[in-house]
């Protein structure tokens, strides 16, 4: 009797299992439960091989050990069809798996989106590099400034008018946003012992605002204290600079002007990179762009700083970074500068 029933279950079980397999439209997760479900009806706490080895205790002495051997049997020949089932849904489940996630290698890539400098560090990296092979030592000193290093020290008194060419934002009476890096040099001169050359790029404020002028903007001081300095150093190393920077064919102009820290003052132009002093309309027709303020530093900002006049004599030069980078890209606004459109930095690559 009980032979023959385990002969049924085995048969039907084994059978169940071989349409599980036949029907590939089941997904793994429904083959994984039919499994599960298999084992509990036969397996579980009243599955009935569970319920046929509880039925041994009425089975006589003599006939137990061979019914016993035959649940063994069919039990493990369900055991064994059931694991190799599983083992197949492991596989196919890897082969899934890394057919989803393959890599085609053969696909274009989508390429890397390269950055550049923004104008204004690039002018900087560019200056800075042409003045360090001149020999300049490059320096920085605070945005936030004193009004004894930007002005008074300068030679630039208090309620003194000259300060009309430079108003900034004031934090207190003491306290402003540099109007120019001119305020470096005391910083400079009380620390250094001539003979030294500087350069300090950085930020600079003034209370403007037009196409051409930015509250925030970009300057790079120049100086140089030694001995017999003239007017011909400051020219001979202007002239270098504005031929590395621009071109060996640029030609620079001196115009008299006046600042009160320097004394002879100059403004200088360079000949428009564009067309080459032709005119056009970069240089407002003119052939010529208006760059630089400079001059041999007066001796009065020497002696407040602690420089022994008699001995020693200084050439300084400040230049318009903004300025430099909008002729070298031939950008019209300065506010283009300063409001991160990536659209515009885009162009600047
Ligand atoms: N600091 C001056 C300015 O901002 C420029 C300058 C620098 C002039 C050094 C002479 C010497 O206008």
Redesign the pocket.
């Known amino acids: 009797m009980i032979k023959e029933e385990l002969e049924k279950l085995k048969k039907e079980v084994l059978e169940f299992v071989e349409e599980i397999r036949k029907n590939s439209q089941d997904s793994i997760g429904e083959i994984k439960k039919k499994i599960n479900d298999i084992k509990v009806k036969v397996f579980g706490k009243s599955g009935s091989i569970t319920t046929m080895s509880k039925g041994m205790k009425d089975i006589s002495p003599e006939e137990r050990p061979k019914v016993g051997a035959l649940i063994n049997e069919v039990k493990n020949a369900i055991s064994d069809k059931l694991t190799s089932l599983e083992k197949e849904c492991e596989e196919r489940e890897l082969n899934e798996k890394l057919e989803n996630e393959r890599i085609d290698i053969s696909e274009p890539s989508k390429g890397v989106v390269k950055g550049a400098l923004h104008p204004i560090s690039d002018v900087i990296d560019r200056l800075t590099d042409i003045c360090v092979s001149l020999g300049f030592s490059v320096v920085e000193g605070p945005e936030i400034e004193s009004d004894y290093y930007n002005f008074e020290a300068m030679n630039i008194p208090k309620n003194h008018p000259s300060r009309d ?2 108003d900034t934002f004031f934090i207190n009476d003491n306290i402003l946003l540099r ?4 305020a470096v040099q005391a910083r400079e001169m009380e620390v250094r012992k001539p003979p030294f050359k500087i350069i300090c790029p950085g930020k ?1 404020y003034r209370n403007d605002s037009d196409s051409t002028h930015s509250p925030v903007f970009h ?1 790079m ?1 120049g100086l140089v204290v030694d001995e017999n300095i003239s007017m011909a150093d400051l020219k001979v190393m202007l002239t270098t600079l504005m031929k590395r920077l621009f071109g060996e064919d640029t030609t620079i102009r001196f115009r008299p002007s006046f ?1 009160p ?2 004394e002879p ?1 100059i403004e200088v132009d360079v000949s428009c990179p564009t067309c080459h002093g032709a005119g056009c309309s970069q240089c407002k027709g003119t052939g010529m762009l208006e760059l ?4 041999i530093v007066n001796p009065k900002v020497l002696e407040m700083s602690g420089i022994d006049s008699k001995k020693y004599r200084g050439f ?3 230049f318009g970074l903004d300025r430099t980078a909008m002729i070298l890209n031939s950008i019209g606004n300065i506010r283009n500068l300063y409001k991160n459109d990536i659209r515009f930095l885009e162009q600047m690559k």
């Open positions: 060419m430079q109007s120019q890096t001119s600079t300057q001081e600042f820290f320097t003052s630089l303020g400079a001059g300084a030069f400040g």
